[in-house]
Every structure is written in C-alpha cells, then in structure tokens.
C-alpha cells in the first residue's frame, strides 16, 4: 500500500465475516485511516483478477460499507468518508451494456461513486484517493 498513510488499519473481511459467521458478500479488504483534515476514512477495496460482474461488486462492497459504518460508529471520531474501490484485470460486465458505465453502490441513502483502477502497478490506490481528494 505504497503512498497510504502508515498509520492506518487493513482488515481482511472475508476472514472477519467468516469469523463472525457472516455470510453475505463482501469485498477483500477494508483500509481505515486518518487523513489530512483529521477525518475518518473507510475504503472497503474489492480485487478482480478478471472481469467483474457488476451486481457482485455492487452487493460486496454495499455489504462492507455496512461493516465499516459499525466499526467507524465506535470510534471518538465524529466524521467518517466512505470511499468504496474496485481494482480489476479486465473490466467490468454491465448488468445493461447500453446504460451509463459508472460504477456506484448506495449507502446510507446516497450513491457513492466507485474509484476504479486496474490491478497492477504501485501507487494505485494512493493515486485513487489523492485524485479523489480523500489524501
């Protein structure tokens, strides 16, 4: 995670869910860290080597936004941003081919735009979130 924070926390959620017998969808990885303007952020990240099927990445990363929201809700801090990620290897398979091709779950009554970037390289995720304004 080269360019993130190093104050931060990862959590692994398929091996918490499965800890706590969670049995939804969920993303891979879950980043918390403190940025710049001295806010929470939460990035449930979820990893496609191949083409992902957009209503599974869509579940996954609404189910890990849910996770997030009750670990970020037992924090002192008073503000939380989410930023869901997708990173895939080959695209996404839209459930309508003709539609708008922007990825975006809901959350806690909003649609949250999902920053998307290919699997290899480094700095990727810090490019995501600094573009994004959230580094």
Not at 18 to 38: A, G
Not at 92 to 110: A, C, D, E, Y
Request: net charge positive.
């Amino acid at each position: 995670m080269e360019g993130v924070p190093s104050e931060r926390i990862v959590i692994h959620v398929e091996n918490e869910f499965d800890f706590q017998k969670k049995r939804e969808k969920r993303c891979d990885r879950l980043l918390f860290f403190i940025n710049t303007e001295k806010r929470l952020v939460a990035v449930p990240i979820e990893l496609k080597s191949g083409k992902a099927e957009e209503s599974d990445v869509v579940e996954q990363l609404e189910n890990s936004l849910k996770f997030a929201q009750s670990i970020a809700s037992a924090t002192s801090i008073s503000r939380t941003e989410y930023c869901p990620v997708l990173f895939d290897g080959r695209g996404i398979k839209w459930s309508n081919p003709r539609g708008l091709k922007q990825l975006s779950v809901r959350f806690r009554g909003k649609n949250l735009l999902v920053l998307r970037g290919k699997c290899s390289g480094k700095k990727h995720l810090a490019n995501l979130l600094i573009n994004s304004g959230y580094l």
